[in-house]
């Protein structure tokens, strides 16, 4: 290869699943040109993360899926060198596209008991089945950061929890799953995420943590990592003033904390790759195009993820960067092909395969998981006490952002038959939308069942539980003999007033079918919860 050829291989643009034939055509020449080394696949342009402030509607597509296998076959055969495929793919495909297998956050298989760390290779080799089975090669995933912030605004439901030596583990287990699988993984976000409290999409947060500190915490599970020979490793869009001379400059540009911390210090050989590069806390550094992709590189990352400048990019490196330093990113980069095998086979896909994923091994996985992960936070004997209640007529069940004919009341309404009620946020007139009426509905019952489900994963806007649905929860739990079972983040736990108060309270992680009917089997069943929370919850 030419000297530009070997930088192209650097270069990892963003593409589209649901795009433009036009953005598409543009993509294929830009392969053709600079023989860039690989793609990183998104859903769409209005689902990329920095366009969060703008809301955009994201328009879904059934067939996502098979578009994704139709576009890696077509890409790849613009390509004179294979391209490495890659995709943020932390909880599945589902994660970038619909009606594919979707798995348990990280946070959730954090609440797991270490015995049960198989399940999280499981988790990872599944994944990267899935991965595989379309043509992706490369999973960037999972994250190694150690949430220990419950305000993080990013992280938070992703991180495996804020125990250092747990993230470490569970880490490395779903990164051996993704291995045996035949697919490449990456732990991110170096040199830790995890207490933060800006979104790094949108601004650029900054550790305050001495190098001592850092090393006793949010480096310990990439230091596990690299002990296991971790494939990648991701540099996140985080200041830290300690490595930096007291700068605020971000790791994917800080030779410092590349060069002397990562390769230096922790001895680390393999992958580096930038986070994506158009995320605001970098993107609108520099004027002149190339410039950032120059620095990224120059810092020491390998592979320059969601570069918007090829072109540009590739003349400043081939301008300013020395032999030694080219040849030693490209030799990293086709190791990583090579172990994938995509330099040696022909790797294309046949496009008249349907898409097939095994839904029911996923079902099965997911419900072992319910079955370990879900935690009791209050007992006070919820199963006896709720039968006892719905003997006397005195019980009522409530759904709170789900119809009442959800999975979890469907499963329990066999064996424990009540009034069921529900809210939504849909205003649409109906009584049971509506929070007075309901309130005034309860008052014949002394028990209530609340069956909460936490609208959104990230604590933005009270991860979107309105204003008037707390005080609702608050004057329930401290009038009625509230038995709380709650679905989702486990950080909305803190902004219920009150909470304290419940006669029981169950937190189950996930709102998958799996997920509700195990739980309200375990209620019937009065069996033991087995999880714990992998962070600490403070409740009002």
């Not at 494939?231 to 007291?246: F, Q």
């Not at 540009?312 to 095998?341: H, T, Y």
């Not at 007139?429 to 994963?457: C, G, R």
Request: hydrophobic letters at 40%; one cysteine or more; aromatic letters at 10%.
């Amino acid at each position: 290869m030419t000297l530009e050829q070997k930088v192209g291989q650097f270069f990892f643009p963003a593409v589209f699943i649901n795009d433009s034939e036009e953005h598409i055509q543009e993509m294929e020449s830009l392969i053709k040109k600079y023989n860039i080394g690989g793609l990183t696949f998104f859903h769409s342009r209005a689902s990329a993360a920095t366009n969060y402030e703008s809301n955009k509607k994201i328009e879904f597509n059934d067939d996502s899926a098979i578009r994704l296998q139709e576009l890696i076959v077509r890409y790849q055969k613009c390509a004179s060198t294979p391209l490495l495929m890659s995709i943020d793919a932390e909880w599945g495909l589902a994660m970038r596209v619909e009606k594919t297998p979707q798995y348990p956050y990280a946070i959730t298989l954090g609440a797991l008991p270490d015995s049960e760390i198989d399940l999280v290779y499981q988790v990872g080799k599944q994944i990267g089945l899935d991965l595989k089975s379309v043509g992706i090669h490369y999973n960037l995933a999972p994250l190694a950061d150690v949430n220990n912030n419950p305000n993080n605004p990013v992280i938070g439901y992703r991180s495996f929890g804020e125990d250092k030596i747990k993230v470490a583990d569970f880490a490395v287990a779903y990164l051996q799953g993704l291995t045996d699988a035949g697919v490449l993984g990456c732990l991110k976000h170096f040199p830790g995420h995890g207490n933060t409290s800006v979104d790094s999409h949108l601004g650029l947060p900054v550790l305050q943590e001495s190098r001592e500190e850092l090393m006793e915490n949010e480096l310990v599970p990439f230091i596990e990592g690299i002990k296991n020979n971790v494939d990648s490793i991701m540099i996140g869009h985080l200041a830290v003033r300690s490595w930096n001379e007291n700068q605020n400059t971000s790791a994917t540009l800080s030779k410092n904390i590349i060069e002397t911390l990562l390769r230096k210090e922790l001895g680390y050989k393999g992958l580096v790759i930038s986070d994506a590069l158009n995320m605001h806390s970098v993107s609108k550094l520099y004027e002149k195009k190339g410039q950032l992709e120059w620095e990224a590189f120059h810092a020491g990352n390998d592979v320059l993820c969601f570069a918007e400048n090829v072109a540009e990019g590739i003349d400043e490196i081939v301008k300013n960067a020395s032999l030694e330093r080219i040849n030693a990113s490209f030799d990293r980069i086709m190791q990583c092909k090579e172990k994938v095998g995509i330099l040696d086979i022909d790797n294309q896909i046949d496009i008249n395969n349907t898409v097939d994923f095994d839904f029911n091994k996923t079902s099965d996985l997911n419900s072992k998981i319910a079955q370990k992960s879900i935690t009791t936070l209050i007992d006070s004997d919820n199963t006896n006490s709720i039968f006892e209640a719905q003997k006397k007529n005195g019980l009522a069940k409530v759904s709170i952002y789900k119809e009442a004919n959800n999975y979890f009341f469907e499963t329990l309404e066999s064996e424990l038959p009540t009034s069921n009620f529900y809210y939504t946020a849909n205003n649409n007139n109906n009584n049971n939308n509506n929070l007075e009426v309901l309130k005034s509905q309860l008052n014949a019952f002394e028990t209530v069942l609340i069956a909460l489900f936490v609208p959104k994963a990230k604590p933005l806007h009270n991860f979107e539980i309105e204003d008037s649905v707390l005080h609702f929860l608050s004057e329930l739990l401290q009038n009625k003999n509230c038995f709380v079972y709650t679905f989702g983040n486990p950080y909305a736990l803190q902004i219920i007033p009150n909470l304290k108060k419940a006669k029981g309270l169950v937190h189950t992680y996930q709102d998958f079918k799996e997920f509700q009917e195990i739980t309200a089997k375990q209620l019937l069943n009065n069996d033991k919860s087995k999880g714990t929370l992998p962070v600490k919850i403070n409740m009002l």
